[in-house]
């Protein structure tokens, strides 16, 4: 019997909208589950990724526990996919790039409207944040990018079976897109 593929799937600084994307594959998930296995992924809530042929990773990179995330995803991936505009290019949550780090944890926790008990969340269990939001190409290197937000779930399935069949992934045209 031939060994299944292993994927692996994360969200770093992302909403979980590119993880939507790709459970809309709808009943094609049987059809890839007969050829291939979840590694670590919200599909499985294995907490570590282990070694694998493909590694999915939604969301640009935030804070220090994305930045170890992300390094072991590298080291125990054969094929790294930055998938979506933040991972890509750190999309909506890199809006906080024009301004400090020290401005926006004001903004949000001290001065912003609303604000009851003002206070910068401290605990010590709390990741470090970076001073900015990186795409995950600044951090390590990355094999494919899958554009959108979030890719359709068509955009996902050519580009997986693709791989999954040994082929280099070309995406359509109508497949293709950025927003
Ligand atoms: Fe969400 Fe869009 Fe970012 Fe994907 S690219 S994680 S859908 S905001």
Redesign the pocket.
Known sequence: MTAKISIATT?LA?????H??LLDIDERITGLAEVAVFDRSPLTDIKNCHHSDIGLI??GVCNAENVHVLREFRKNCKTLIA?????ING???ALRNKISLKECLEESYIDGLGVVNPQIPNDPELPLLLDKVYPVHEIVKVDYSLP???PSADAIWTFITDLLAGREPTLPGELMHYD
Do not use: W, Y
């Open positions: 969200s992302g909403c979980f909208g590119c939507m994307s939604e969301g998938v979506g505009a933040c991972a999309g909506l949550p959108g937000c979030p």
